[in-house]
């Protein structure tokens, strides 16, 4: 999953994800879901990549999604 769950809230990102989960883990085989997305990073300051971060979260407003740092995600 490539720059999806950004797009909903943590309710529908948990959601997304225990869908994931049943559709990889059947008849006792164990599948992997691997998750690309955005983390923002609170700590560095790089005035440009922040700039785009921030720009990001305000679009993702109006889905109701948003950027996670790396403790929410």
């Known amino acids: 999953m490539k720059y ?4 909903w809230t943590d309710k529908d990102c948990i959601r997304i994800l225990k869908k994931c989960k ?4 059947n008849d006792a085989k164990r599948g992997k879901v691997i998750i690309i997305d955005m983390v923002i990073n609170e700590k560095k300051n ?7 971060k921030l720009l ?6 109006c889905v109701n ?3 996670r740092n790396e403790e929410e995600w």
């Open 4 to 7: 999806i769950l950004h797009d």
């Open 65 to 67: 999604g948003k950027e």
């Open 56 to 61: 990001l979260d305000v679009n993702m407003t």
């Open 22 to 25: 049943e559709a990889v883990t």
């Open 46 to 52: 790089e005035n440009q990549v922040t700039q785009i």
